[in-house]
């Protein structure tokens, strides 16, 4: 029998690859899409404008603040299987708009979970939390199931109600109900405020002459950067396992925002240097001296997380899941798609 999926967040970076991915398994998707006074489906129209798909997508009006929406949408569509991606996932962001964040990340997530509780799907809908590195802080490095939770964002914050939340209706009502702790994951459909797409979309611009340097904030924040493609893979495989559990998804490996700067430079064969310190520190092409990159206060956070990088042996062993994209291939990937798309 055709699988029903519920997706939140099916406009966003992640639901738009989950949703490719689980239509090429078959499955009938329910995609959750907040109204917006402009177009906000770029990610998805290919499936969106195909009416060859018509059967198979259905889209239905949202929003995660909104309990009697989501227990309409839950009931109505009675889903074999929730994936909630939607969030206010901008860290940064998160410090201007606390109380939303945490109504939509925190109370949203026990929403979901109150909804498939009070319509008894208990036995038949399983429900995947996009879950975050950023729950960690800043504590030991690597970070695996095992590390202690120090969060220090109200992103960070509402996501670790919402793991608490997930891991207690897994206990008390016996849902399966599982936890994606995932590191950061990228690619050409990455907003263009997180800093790897806002490099890359940089980059390309100074390529394509419409701009001569930008700004950033804390270059020394370390990340482990992994690709979006490979990690929606581990949702769809941890709600096939045995048992419900959490998991940690990350490639292993981390690395500085500079050297993300000086990778997407290499693409367009400038070599990149850094001279100065703290705000007055640049990075400057090497043969000619051009100031490329410039630090803007603007940019820090209240509170920063240093460095995240995790550990994913559970998830290799128990899923048998892996990371297929490394750190070059994936600063190349959307490198080439900017370069393209600036053109
Ligand atoms: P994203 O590109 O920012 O997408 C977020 C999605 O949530 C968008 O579709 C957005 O809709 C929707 N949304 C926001 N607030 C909502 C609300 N109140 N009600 C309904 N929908 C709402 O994020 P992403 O990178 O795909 O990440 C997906 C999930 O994984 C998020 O929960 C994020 O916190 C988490 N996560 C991401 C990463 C990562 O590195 N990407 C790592 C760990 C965890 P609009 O299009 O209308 O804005
Ligand atoms: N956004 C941004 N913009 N970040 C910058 C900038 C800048 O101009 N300059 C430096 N950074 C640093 C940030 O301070 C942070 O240390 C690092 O780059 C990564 O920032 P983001 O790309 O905004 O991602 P994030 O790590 O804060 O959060 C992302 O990953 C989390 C998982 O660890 C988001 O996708 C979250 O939703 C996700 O949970």
């Given at each position: 029998?055709?699988?029903?999926?519920?997706?939140?967040?099916?406009?966003?970076?992640d639901g738009s690859h989950l949703c490719d991915f689980l239509m090429e398994k078959g499955y009938k998707i329910i995609g959750l899409k907040r109204r917006s006074s402009s177009f906000n489906t770029k990610r998805i129209d290919h499936i969106y404008n195909d009416i060859s798909q018509t059967k198979n997508f259905i889209p239905?009006?949202?929003?995660?603040?909104?309990?009697?929406?989501?227990?309409r949408v839950i009931q109505s569509t009675q889903p074999d299987e929730i994936y909630n991606l939607a969030a206010q996932s901008h860290v940064h962001t998160s410090f201007e708009i606390p109380e939303y964040s945490a109504n939509a990340d925190a109370l949203g997530t026990l929403r979901i979970l109150e909804a498939i509780r009070v319509l008894k799907l208990q036995k038949k809908t399983k429900f995947y939390q996009a879950s975050t590195s950023e729950?960690?802080?800043?504590?030991e490095i690597p970070q695996s199931e095992k590390t202690p939770f120090r969060p220090r964002s109200p992103y960070a914050i509402a996501k670790l109600y919402a793991y608490w939340t997930t891991v207690n209706y897994r206990e008390a009502y016996k849902i399966f109900a599982v936890n994606g702790i995932l590191f950061n994951h990228e690619g050409p459909r990455r907003g263009e405020t997180f800093?790897?797409?806002?490099?890359?979309?940089?980059?390309?611009?100074?390529?394509?002459?419409?701009?001569?340097?930008?700004?950033l904030g804390n270059l020394n924040a370390k990340r482990d950067w992994g690709s979006a493609k490979d990690y929606v893979r581990s949702m769809w495989l941890m709600l096939k396992a045995k048992k419900p559990s959490d998991y940690v998804i990350a490639t292993g490996k981390s690395y500085t925002v500079k050297k993300f700067v000086e990778e997407a430079f290499k693409y367009i064969g400038v070599k990149i240097s850094w001279k100065g310190k703290g705000i007055n520190e640049?990075?400057?092409?090497?043969?000619?001296?051009?100031?490329?990159?410039?630090?803007?206060?603007?940019?820090?956070r209240p509170t920063e997380v240093f460095e995240l990088r995790g550990d994913a042996s559970k998830a290799k062993k128990e899923l048998k899941w892996k990371p297929s994209t490394n750190f070059k291939e994936l600063v190349a990937e959307m490198m080439e798609h900017d370069l393209n798309e600036i053109k």
């Open positions: 029998m055709t699988k029903k999926a519920l997706i939140t967040g099916i406009t966003g970076q239905y009006y949202g929003d995660l603040t909104d309990s009697s929406n989501i227990l729950i960690f802080g800043n504590t800093v790897s797409r806002k490099v890359t979309r940089a980059v390309a611009e100074i390529y394509h002459k419409k701009r001569k340097f930008f700004t640049v990075g400057i092409d090497k043969k000619t001296g051009h100031i490329y990159v410039k630090v803007d206060p603007k940019y820090f």
